[in-house]
Each structure stands twice: as structure tokens, then as C-alpha cells.
């Protein structure tokens, strides 16, 4: 049996199209991407949205990723150990600097949060788990990147204009190519307001065995907490949970 269940197809374009970018989506931009009716669309969006895949916000009518969204992606990770082996690491991390602690993963030109960990702080940046941003206004994309040869880097980003999301945002492929060498140079990359006005962040690549990122974890944190004392220690402390981290999945054979 060949054929596709018409109702199962359109709810996976649904979450497909969402998965594929960093916006959210109202009834009408669903319905104009996947040419889906809207009469028939409310029932899908009102089923996911009742079993938790997606969130509706109120003041927008925008839908986006819910959480059991992000549950889905990170038991898809736990199959390689990733979250498991990462979960002390990244508790250590936010013990010495109080800080939100995030996990991405790279898919084509957007990274993707598979892992979080809140700041001590009420005053904070969180990031939603399966929530999207384009890698290349991202601490954790650009270190991802940066071991990527540059055939890939060319089939990513194609043209030499680059969407900006701030006015930080590297908005020339040229520069992005400069950046992702002194990335790769260093070992770590930072987002200084270039994925969201006010939030600064500092990330390092997790490897495998083979040198490839498979992830990255970064400390984010409101501009306000910013000062170079801190960039300093929350680099130092950054770079070397990544190489803890890579060194532990190295162990692990992946099952």
C-alpha cells in the first residue's frame, strides 16, 4: 500500500514547515505555504495544539513549537547519549557562573535547542527546546559552522547577502566566512545582539570521535550582566565543558 494518509501527510507538512524556519505562523501563512484549506487546517493546528506539539500565542495568533515538541527532539538525541552525558556537565556549569545554559543542534542554515538550563537569575534568556534561529546570528551556529568545509558553507549560503535579525547580524557571506575562521581558530564563538537585541552568549562545538560537531552549548546572558572579567571566565569555562563533553561521547559508542 502506496498511498499517504491525506489528514497524517498534511499534520507532519505542518510541523515540517514550522521546523524549517525561525518564524511563527498564523492559520493563514500555514495555509498559504502548504495550500492547505482552512476549513480544514483548524481541526489539524487545533489537535496539535490540544496534544502539546504546538503553542498558539494569544496576542499574535502566531503558532510555534510546544513542548512536547521538544520532548520528541530531545529523546531523539538521548539515542546517542548526547543530553545524558551533557546533563552534569551543564549542571557544573551554571554551579560557577548562575547563568542560562543552552544546547543546540545544527539543521542546514538554523540551529535548533534541544537542551536548556535556566539561570539562577529572574532576569534571564531562556530558550524554548525546539525553538529555531538562523545559525549564522548565532554563538552556537557559527562554531557549528566553523568545521564545516567551505563547499557546505557555499550550499548554505549561496548568496553574499545574509538575513540580518539585529542590526549585529553578519549580514555578508564574506565577513560570515572571515568569522567562521577566527571561530574555528579559537575554539569558540560569541553572539554579541546579533541573534536578539540585549542577549549576549559564548559557544563552544561538542565533537565526536571523528572531529565533526554534533552540537554545541553556549552560557547566554542579558547584556546588562556582561563586563570582560566575566567574558573571560564564562569563555574559559564554555570551551573547556565542550572538550569534557566531547571527550565523554568519544567513550560512548553511539547505539
Request: proline share 5%; charged share 25%; glycine share 4%.
Amino acid at each position: 500500500m502506496n498511498e499517504l494518509v491525506k489528514s497524517s501527510a498534511r499534520t507532519l507538512d505542518i510541523l515540517e514547515l514550522i521546523s524549517d524556519s525561525p518564524d511563527e505562523f498564523t492559520l493563514s501563512d500555514i495555509s498559504n505555504n502548504l495550500d492547505i484549506p482552512i476549513s480544514s487546517l483548524h481541526a489539524l493546528v487545533h489537535t496539535l495544539v490540544k496534544r502539546e506539539y504546538l503553542e498558539k500565542d494569544q496576542l499574535t495568533n502566531r503558532y510555534g513549537f510546544g513542548p512536547k515538541f521538544g520532548q520528541l527532539v530531545a529523546a531523539y538525541t538521548k539515542k546517542f547519549d548526547l543530553v545524558s552525558l551533557a546533563e552534569p556537565v551543564m549542571d557544573k556549569i551554571r554551579s560557577q557562573c548562575e547563568e542560562a545554559i543552552s544546547m543546540s543542534v545544527l539543521d542546514e542554515d538554523t540551529i535548533r535547542f534541544i537542551h536548556f538550563k535556566p539561570a539562577t537569575s529572574l532576569v534571564q534568556v531562556v530558550n524554548t527546546i525546539g525553538s529555531r534561529f538562523p545559525a549564522h546570528a548565532t554563538g552556537s551556529g557559527k562554531i557549528m559552522l566553523a568545521h564545516l568545509p567551505k563547499m557546505a558553507i557555499d550550499d548554505l549560503y549561496p548568496k553574499e547577502n545574509l538575513p540580518s535579525v539585529t542590526p549585529n547580524t553578519i549580514s555578508k557571506k564574506t565577513k560570515l566566512i572571515s568569522a567562521l575562521a577566527e571561530a574555528r581558530r579559537l575554539g569558540y564563538s560569541y553572539d554579541d545582539e546579533e541573534s536578539e537585541t540585549g542577549v549576549w552568549a559564548v559557544a563552544s562545538s561538542i565533537c565526536n570521535a571523528e572531529g565533526s560537531p554534533v552540537a554545541a552549548i553556549s552560557i547566554v546572558v542579558p547584556t546588562l550582566r556582561v563586563n570582560q572579567n566575566r567574558i573571560d571566565r564564562w569563555t574559559t569555562i564554555i570551551v573547556r565543558s565542550a572538550l569534557e563533553i566531547s571527550s565523554n561521547l568519544a567513550s560512548v559508542p553511539i547505539k
